[in-house]
């Protein structure tokens, strides 16, 4: 169950354990969306639909959570609508929406902001009563950039940096380097933001709003309503980092970006509360990863520990490969707490079939 929010930022050793469904024991599902609900070219993840109709029915509340600044919450709901995971566009919270908030706290209602990315910006600052424009000659009060799809002009990119040159406040949706697409990993927002950043002289950098920055967490929450909130992502570095630094609970699921040796590897504001191998994670109870008082720990059918410099696995034939994983959690994050590096984990993972 839940923790209060000074034991979720701190409890990083192993992963946790519920006795009910996470589905029941959270009011609201954070989600992001690339990598958990769907694949980078828009279809589906296995399972995603099934697992998030049953929450739904069950009483959860579904909340989609994306750092991509350039679709409109409409758009979004709309292609989760199609996928068969019915969504209307309150239930979809963008970073478009955080940093026009942000902006919004910070000038008058009808500013001019110089906007470089795509209508979701647009969208998002007229929500808030300010006026997008294009043109850093237009006496914009701010600059806010967010990823503009792989069409982007370079011209925008120079509006940005006469702004922030001339001194013009300077905000960004969000700073992920990446983006995932149909065709494989391209350039991201955070990429963008580092153009203008070295064209006005590297000593600026923009008010950021994204995961995992705490605008995106205090603007869903303020979004949704949510009072036990359950983060769901498949990024160390966005959902669940975000999800640590909003002093909640998170899970984090395998069907994206993150592997098992890196989910071993992460530093504490990188480690989920929970893992699970896709969506379904959702409906069931988590096991307990329990010390055993001999160095090691135990979770369902396996024990894992260290031995000198690498990770050592044993484990009941059938197990469940996720208590598997589990359990490793335990024994790495422990033994990186007590200062060591450089972990082993290939033969362990191999036992596993990872």
């Given at each position: 169950?839940?923790?209060?929010?000074?034991?979720?930022?701190?409890?990083?050793?192993?992963?946790?354990?519920?006795?009910?469904?996470?589905?029941?024991?959270?009011?609201?599902?954070?989600l992001d969306l690339d990598g958990v609900v769907y694949f980078a070219g828009g279809a589906a993840i296995p399972y995603a639909v099934e697992a998030l109709g049953a929450a739904r029915d069950g009483g959860m509340r579904l909340a989609y959570v994306t750092n991509n600044?350039?679709?409109?919450?409409?758009?979004?709901?709309?292609?989760?609508?199609?996928?068969?995971?019915?969504?209307?566009p309150g239930d979809v919270v963008t970073s478009a929406q955080a940093v026009a908030r942000l902006i919004a706290e910070d000038v008058p209602e009808g500013s001019r902001v110089l906007v470089v990315g795509g209508e979701g910006l647009r969208v998002a600052l007229r929500e808030r009563g300010l006026v997008p424009v294009e043109s850093a000659d237009d006496e914009p009060v701010a600059?806010?950039?967010?990823?503009?799809?792989?069409?982007?002009?370079?011209?925008?990119?120079?509006?940005?940096?006469?702004?922030?040159?001339?001194?013009?406040?300077?905000?960004a949706s969000n700073t992920d380097l990446t983006i995932p697409g149909a065709r494989g990993i391209g350039p991201g927002n955070g990429a963008a933001v580092e153009v203008v950043r070295i064209a006005t002289g590297g000593r600026v950098v923009p008010r950021v709003?994204?995961?995992?920055?705490?605008?995106?967490?205090?603007?869903?929450?303020?979004?949704?309503?949510?009072?036990?909130?359950?983060?769901?992502?498949?990024?160390?570095?966005?959902?669940?980092?975000?999800?640590?630094?909003?002093?909640?609970?998170?899970?984090?699921?395998?069907?994206?970006?993150?592997?098992?040796?890196?989910?071993?590897?992460?530093?504490?504001?990188?480690?989920?509360?929970?893992?699970?191998?896709?969506?379904?994670?959702?409906?069931v109870g988590q096991p307990e990863v329990e010390p055993d008082g001999d160095g090691g720990f135990r979770c369902g059918g396996w024990r894992a520990s260290v031995s000198g410099e690498a990770l050592v696995l044993e484990g009941t034939a059938g197990s469940d490969v996720l208590d598997g994983v589990r359990a490793l959690c335990g024994a790495a994050w422990t033994w990186a707490g007590a200062g060591a590096c450089g972990l082993g984990a290939g033969k362990a993972l191999a036992r596993l079939g990872l």
């Open positions: 169950m839940a923790r209060d929010g000074q034991e979720r930022r701190t409890e990083r050793s192993r992963p946790g354990g519920s006795a009910v469904a996470l589905s029941a024991a959270y009011d609201t599902a954070l600044a350039l679709r409109t919450p409409d758009a979004v709901a709309a292609h989760l609508t199609e996928l068969g995971v019915p969504a209307a600059v806010v950039q967010g990823y503009g799809g792989p069409e982007m002009a370079w011209g925008r990119f120079a509006e940005a940096a006469y702004a922030v040159g001339r001194g013009v406040p300077w905000y709003a994204g995961k995992p920055q705490p605008p995106m967490h205090r603007e869903t929450v303020l979004r949704t309503g949510a009072e036990r909130p359950l983060v769901v992502g498949d990024r160390l570095d966005t959902d669940i980092e975000g999800a640590f630094n909003g002093g909640v609970d998170s899970l984090l699921v395998l069907t994206g970006v993150t592997d098992v040796a890196t989910l071993l590897a992460a530093v504490p504001e990188h480690r989920p509360t929970y893992v699970a191998a896709d969506l379904r994670g959702l409906l």
